[in-house]
C-alpha cells in the first residue's frame, strides 16, 4: 500500500509559478510511473502529467506541454509538478496518483493522494 500527499498549492496570480509536491509513504513509489490530475469546479477530473518509474519517460496533456513540467526525485520518494505561466483556467483540485493500469491518461490509478487547491487570480 502506498500513502500519496500532495502540498504547495495555494493563490498565484496569472502569470506566476507554484511547484507542487507528492511525498509517497509505505511501499515505495519508485517502482511505479506517477501521475498529475486535476479537477476544476463543476467538472471532471483530468489528466495533466505522468513520468515513468525511472524517470525518463514523461508524458503531458497537449494542452499544458510547455508550461507545465513533472519530475521525481525516488531517493525522496517524491514527485513534482512545476507550473508556470499559470492561467485562471488552471485553477482546480490537483491530485497525486501511482500505479496505473495501462494508458496514463486513461486508464484507473491505484493511489491517489487527497488534493491540493490551486487558485489563480486574473
Known amino acids: 500500500q502506498v500513502q500519496l500527499a500532495e502540498s504547495g498549492g495555494g493563490l498565484v496570480q496569472a502569470g506566476g509559478s507554484l511547484t507542487l509536491s507528492c511525498a509517497a509513504s509505505?511501499?515505495?513509489?519508485?517502482?511505479?510511473?506517477m501521475g498529475w490530475f486535476r479537477q476544476a469546479p463543476g467538472k471532471g477530473r483530468e489528466f495533466v502529467a505522468a513520468?515513468?518509474?525511472?524517470?525518463?519517460?514523461?508524458f503531458y496533456d497537449d494542452s499544458l506541454k510547455g508550461r507545465f513540467t513533472i519530475s521525481r526525485d525516488n531517493a525522496k520518494n517524491t514527485v513534482y509538478l512545476q507550473m508556470n505561466s499559470l492561467k485562471p483556467e488552471d485553477t482546480a483540485v490537483y491530485y497525486c496518483?501511482?500505479?496505473?493500469?495501462?494508458?496514463?491518461?486513461?486508464?484507473?490509478?491505484?493511489?491517489w493522494g487527497q488534493g491540493t487547491q490551486v487558485t489563480v487570480s486574473s
Open positions: 513520468i515513468g518509474s525511472g524517470g525518463s519517460s514523461r
Open positions: 496518483a501511482g500505479d496505473p493500469d495501462g494508458d496514463y491518461a486513461t486508464s484507473w490509478w491505484s493511489y
Open positions: 509505505g511501499r515505495t513509489s519508485g517502482s511505479t510511473p
